[in-house]
Every structure is written in structure tokens, then in C-alpha cells.
């Protein structure tokens, strides 16, 4: 009797493999083949599944936007319980910083597709919500720390969240172009935290245990 297969687990193999290419080369040169040999199968599998390269790359970028998802949700779980507005944004831009080699990773993919879309506006009607739903979520949390009266005075948080996702993803790029440290972009990150917020009351929070 054939073995049966797993479809699913066969997306991911391939998908994963693309990560892994775009993480050390980019995405703009990647082919097809060089994603099938990457992951160990054929090129007829690899245009099974996905008969596009966009096809590939988007479904890529899917997964690893849940992979990044665990990630603040494992930061912001080691930041404390019960989770506060201030402890969360802090977890959150935190983990987003590379810093580690997960971070790092994480960072250069989503460079190497925003370099990508700049070569083929195409996929910019595919762009991922994700972007905004973070922003959103930072923005209410700031808003509950005015509400608490923990953010400092006259502070938008809607501006104030657009502002620190941006600073974030400005420090990210130059600890990959070694403009940073992963250490000098944490210090600065927290610098304008305290600014927001005042200083903190007790020692940042460590990332998550994998």
C-alpha cells in the first residue's frame, strides 16, 4: 500500500527551504530549482505545489509571519504576568530587534522581500496585514498606559506607535549593516521607551526560552 501524503508537510518543507535561501542570499536571484535543491526534492514538486514563484514566496511569508508571531508571544509571556501596557510594547520591539539568531533570520527575510517588491510592484497588492495589525496593537496599548496614566503627558499613542515600529525597523537594519550593535540598538530602543514613559521601574525584560 502507498505511503500516504502529507501535502501540508510537503508546503512546508519547500516553503521553509525558500526562508532559508532568502535569509543567506535574498529573494531576488531565487529560482525554483535552487529551492528544490534546497529542500531535497524535485523541481516538478517543488511547481506541484506552487506554480509560481510569487505563489512560493507568499505562502513563505505567511509562515513566517506566525513564526514571528510566536516570538513576541513567547517575549511578552516572559515579560510578567499579568502582561502590562508598558511590559508588552517593550516585549514586542524587543523580540523584533536582531538581536539573536531567530531575530536575525527573521529580519533579513523580510528585507530581502521588501527589496524584492521594490522590483515587482506586483506584490504589493499582496502585502500582509500583519504590519498593521502590530501597529494597531501597540497603539492600544499605549492608550491603555494614558489611561493608567503610565504614558508620559500630551503623548499620541497612535503617532507614538507608528513612531516606534518605525525606529525599530530603522535600528534593525543598521544592526544588520553593522552600523550597531544588537546591544547599542536596545539602548537606544529603551532610551526613547523611557522617554515615553518614564524611567523604568525595574530591569528589562530577557528573551523567552525557547
Do not use: C
Amino acid at each position: 500500500m502507498a505511503a500516504r501524503v502529507d501535502h501540508e508537510e510537503r508546503r512546508k518543507q519547500i516553503a521553509e527551504a525558500l526562508l532559508r535561501i532568502a535569509a543567506a542570499e535574498g529573494l531576488q536571484s531565487v529560482s525554483m530549482r535552487a529551492v528544490a535543491a534546497e529542500a531535497g526534492v524535485s523541481l516538478r514538486l517543488v511547481q506541484y505545489y506552487f506554480t509560481t514563484k510569487q505563489a512560493l514566496v507568499l505562502d513563505a511569508l505567511a509562515r513566517l509571519g506566525t513564526r514571528f508571531q510566536a516570538r513576541m508571544d513567547r517575549w511578552v509571556r516572559a515579560a510578567g504576568s499579568p502582561p502590562q501596557p508598558r511590559s508588552t510594547v517593550t516585549a514586542i520591539l524587543s523580540s523584533i530587534l536582531p538581536t539573536d539568531e531567530e531575530s536575525r533570520q527573521i529580519t533579513r527575510i523580510y528585507t530581502a522581500y521588501y527589496a524584492l517588491v521594490l522590483g515587482d510592484s506586483s506584490l504589493e497588492e499582496h502585502a500582509t496585514p500583519q504590519p498593521a495589525l502590530l501597529e494597531g496593537f501597540l497603539a492600544e496599548q499605549l492608550r491603555l498606559a494614558q489611561e493608567a496614566g503610565t504614558l508620559g503627558p500630551g503623548k499620541d499613542p497612535v503617532m507614538a506607535a507608528a513612531g516606534l515600529l518605525a525606529m525599530v525597523n530603522g535600528l534593525g537594519a543598521d544592526v544588520l549593516g553593522g552600523r550597531r550593535t544588537g546591544e547599542a540598538a536596545s539602548g537606544v530602543l529603551h532610551h526613547h521607551l523611557d522617554e515615553l514613559f518614564g524611567p523604568a521601574p525595574q530591569a528589562r525584560p530577557h528573551p523567552a526560552a525557547t
